[in-house]
């Protein structure tokens, strides 16, 4: 892939290509910024560039080490994240034990620490150890969304690679990249733009198909055409998790359709629907759009408090039936 295919990262890509040229890699780098912004898929191509047997900053992608690399079977590349939401002291002294032997094909036994502000103070003080001391031939990439929640001690022994918000369109040219087709690449993108964690990947599908229902159903009930949308809103939240992935585009559905009403000229959640949209915005009152959401935001509140999903949404179209019918 090379990095050229980086979205949005100039100032990383700059910073990672001027330490390969010149061999100057540090030991650890900490790689910051929002979600979903493709701190994973860098961090993937500095491994496989630092491998390349080809190209000397950069990957061809074509030879062994690079489709090693890729392909997550590199012997040389430690892939480490949490485990029940912590990354625990064993699993930290597990990697220490590992950086002790040399590496087996490359120059350097390279650690990639994903979620690492999920680190316990146990495992961020092991850890620490081998930043302040690391073994010659280890490189570590910390991968976080969060470095305020990092102890400042882990982060000032590190490189900083800082990473940029992206625009939806960037968001979406990344998840294109990843294999993602055009329309799920765009319902993925619209919702990490609004701050949302992804599913997991089997559920991406599924991210997209919910997208076009929630929007079927504004679009029925703003036609007044209730049962039809009843009918097919009951059997879609039959499930709790499909149930909490349509809430969540109906707010931010609703949301899209009140910056269509009010500011055309600000970005959108979802600017691949903003013709759909705007039609709609066009037959709904910025003050209904606003009782909307703050309905479905409640929804949302109660289903979290683990309301049956069934019902609860039986009764928010009841709730949106006058808000938004003709």
Same mark, same amino acid.
């Given at each position: ?35 979903? %912004? ?26 062994? *080490? ?17 485990? #029940?939401? +912590?990354?625990?002291? /064993?699993?930290?002294? !597990? ?9 087996? /094909?490359? %120059? ?6 994903? $979620?690492?502000?999920?680190?316990? &103070? ?7 150890? +081998? ?16 470095? @305020? ?17 992206? +625009? ?5 040219? &990344? ?13 993925? @993108? ?18 997209? /198909? ?17 049962? =039809?949308?009843?009918?097919? *809103?009951?059997?879609? !939240? ?18 899209? &359709? ?8 600000? #970005?959108?959640?979802?600017? +691949? ?8 915005? !066009? ?13 479905? $935001? ?27 019918? =003709?």
């Amino acid at each position: 892939m090379g990095f050229a295919h980086i979205e949005g990262q100039a100032r990383a890509v700059q910073l990672l290509r001027r330490a390969l040229a010149s061999g100057r890699v540090a030991h650890a780098y900490l790689f910051y910024g929002p979600s979903g %912004v493709g701190k994973r898929l860098t961090a993937l191509q500095f491994l496989k560039a630092l491998y390349c047997q080809a190209l000397p900053d950069d990957s061809c992608d074509a030879c062994a *080490a690079c489709r090693k690399v890729a392909s997550g079977n590199h012997p040389d590349v430690l892939r480490l994240a949490p485990e #029940g939401g +912590t990354l625990g002291i /064993e699993a930290i002294r !597990a990697l220490q034990r590992r950086l002790g032997y040399r590496p087996y /094909e490359g %120059v350097r036994t390279a650690v990639l620490l994903e $979620d690492c502000d999920a680190l316990s &103070l146990p495992a961020a003080n092991a850890l620490l150890k +081998t930043l302040e001391e690391p073994p010659a031939e280890a490189l570590l990439l910390l991968l976080t969304c969060r470095k @305020a929640a990092l102890p400042l001690t882990v982060v000032s022994r590190c490189q900083p690679v800082p990473f940029q918000p992206l +625009t939806p369109a960037q968001r979406q040219a &990344l998840f294109e990249r990843q294999g993602l087709d055009r329309e799920t690449a765009a319902a993925a @993108a619209a919702f990490v733009q609004s701050g949302l964690p992804l599913p997991a990947g089997e559920a991406l599908p599924l991210l997209r /198909e919910l997208r076009q229902q929630a929007l079927a159903l504004l679009q029925a009930l703003a036609r007044g055409e209730v049962l =039809p949308a009843f009918l097919e *809103a009951r059997a879609l !939240a039959g499930q709790r998790e499909r149930c909490e992935l349509l809430l969540h585009w109906l707010a931010l559905l609703c949301r899209d &359709l009140a910056v269509v009403r009010l500011s055309p000229a600000t #970005g959108l959640y979802n600017p +691949t629907l903003r013709q759909a949209l705007s039609a709609l915005a !066009a037959q709904l009152s910025p003050a209904a759009l606003l009782a909307a959401f703050t309905r479905i $935001d409640q929804a949302r509140q109660r289903l979290a408090a683990h309301g049956n999903a069934q019902l609860l949404f039986e009764a928010l179209l009841l709730e949106l039936q006058p808000l938004l019918s =003709p």
